[in-house]
């Protein structure tokens, strides 16, 4: 069976249907784990790879990984795990020694999870409904 792996209710689900893997991946937000920066300068991206980056395939698929930018594109560090909930682990992880490193202020691991929630609600609040294109004015 191909390496192609999907989240299903943020759950790693592996498919043989690559027409089903490319459905998944084009929305970047299927595959967003979290997104920090830090004074548009320093950007720490978590994301769901959709491939198993184990190469030695002892142990679990490793499909998320953990990212930090500089201002430049360039990247500055990765790390990589098996499951949602180690990627928001380890992007919490990441951000407090990214605004360590900075000289930004640090979160702790409660505020960031509170934090990224709360953002996932203001997300899921601006989503325009049917109602709000039907009653658009064009």
């Keep these: ?13 592996q498919t043989s249907d690559p027409a089903e893997y490319v459905r998944f991946f084009e ?5 967003r784990v979290a997104r920090t920066t830090f004074g548009g300068i320093i950007e720490v991206s978590t994301v769901f790879l959709g491939i198993d980056h184990n190469f030695s395939r002892n142990g679990p698929p490793i499909l998320f990984e953990t990212m930090v930018f500089n201002k430049d594109g360039e990247e500055e560090g990765c790390w990589r795990c098996s499951t949602w909930d180690e990627a928001e682990a380890q992007h919490a992880q990441v951000v407090q020694e990214t605004a360590k490193r900075y000289g930004f202020k640090p979160m ?9 929630e709360d953002a996932r609600k203001a997300e899921e609040q601006a989503k325009p409904t049917v109602w709000d294109h039907l009653l658009a004015d064009d």
């Design 108 to 116: 702790s691991a409660a505020e960031f999870l509170k934090a990224r």
């Design 27 to 31: 929305n970047d937000q299927n595959r």
């Design 1 to 13: 069976m191909p390496d192609f792996w999907i989240l299903v209710n943020r759950q790693p689900v």
